[in-house]
């Protein structure tokens, strides 16, 4: 009797033994597991700040559109201006992801083009956030459209394009443009159309922005020469949060040899743009 008490006594106390070791074993995997719930928590980006985009047609103000485009002010009927205030929208299947609309407007003196672009990026990648991704998607934008370094003009170099045509040696090539079309009455548009083209300050080529969004570049190229009539295209992007926004402002004008003034465009399309950003903010 004493040696099977013996024996039942060993038997419990294995029991007692084994059933400690499977308890800890047990605590150290929930201890793992969570640990990793927290490493993946820890990983997953944050969502873009914008969850919808507003209606494209509607985000320029009629007086905006007066500036960019002035030969609606040159359209008698009510019911045709209306119509031109109104825009085109553009083709889209999620009004939610991405949104535009386009305006024609012909003048007495030229052909005006404006294009407004909104773009709403979402990441589906938990380790990239939504902002990120715009970010990416802007700067492939402004390598495409080679946007130089940011540098600061000199006082010079922001001058008007007459005043820098006139007192810079690089100017010579316009004045010998300009005696040129004195002398002969039938160039003389071309030979004006050359030299403004020719003497554009540092601070109105391309170039990135700042205090527009969270960045933001300006384009501006000037196509056609000769026979035909230059058309200007200045092309302004900005990125705010997940959003990326563009703008296209185009002249071409009916005379030919006439150049569109690049300052003048470019304020124009800077000015929508920042009104824009601020109601995207707002």
Same mark, same amino acid.
Do not use: C, H, I, R
């Given at each position: 009797m004493q040696r099977k008490a013996y024996v039942t006594g060993i038997a419990a106390l294995l029991a007692v033994l084994l059933a400690g070791c499977t308890s800890g074993s047990s605590g150290g995997d929930d201890a793992t597991d969570k640990n990793a719930d927290t490493s993946t928590a820890t990983v997953a980006a944050?969502?873009?700040k914008y969850r919808t985009l507003p209606e494209a047609c509607g985000a320029v103000a009629h007086g905006t559109?007066?500036?960019l485009l002035p030969g609606i002010a040159q359209i008698t009927d009510e019911e045709q201006r209306d119509k031109a205030y109104a825009g085109d929208a553009a083709l889209t299947y999620d009004t939610d992801r991405k949104v535009g609309c386009r305006w024609k407007i012909e003048s007495s003196d030229a052909t005006d083009r404006l294009s407004v672009d909104f773009e709403r990026v979402v990441s589906y990648d938990n380790a990239v956030s939504d902002d990120s991704e715009a970010q990416t998607i802007y700067t492939q934008l402004e390598?495409?459209?080679d946007i130089p370094?940011? !540098?600061s003009p000199s006082p010079a170099e922001t001058?008007?394009?007459s005043a820098s045509a006139s007192d810079s040696p690089s100017a010579s090539p316009s004045a010998s443009a300009s005696s040129t079309g004195s002398a002969d009455p039938s160039t003389s548009g071309s030979g004006s159309a050359s030299a403004s083209s020719s003497t554009t300050p540092a601070a109105l080529q391309p170039r990135t922005l700042a205090d527009?969004?969270?960045e933001a570049y300006l384009d501006d190229q000037l196509s056609g020469s000769g026979s035909t009539a230059e058309q200007r295209t200045v092309t302004v992007v900005f990125r705010t949060s997940n959003v990326v926004v563009t703008i296209v402002y185009e002249e071409q004008p009916m005379a030919t040899g !006439?150049?569109?003034?690049s300052k003048e465009m470019q304020d124009r399309a800077?000015?929508?743009a920042a009104q824009l950003a601020e109601a995207l903010n707002g």
């Open positions: 944050q969502p873009g559109l007066d500036s390598s495409a459209a370094e940011s !540098t001058e008007s394009p527009l969004g969270d !006439t150049v569109p003034d800077q000015n929508l």
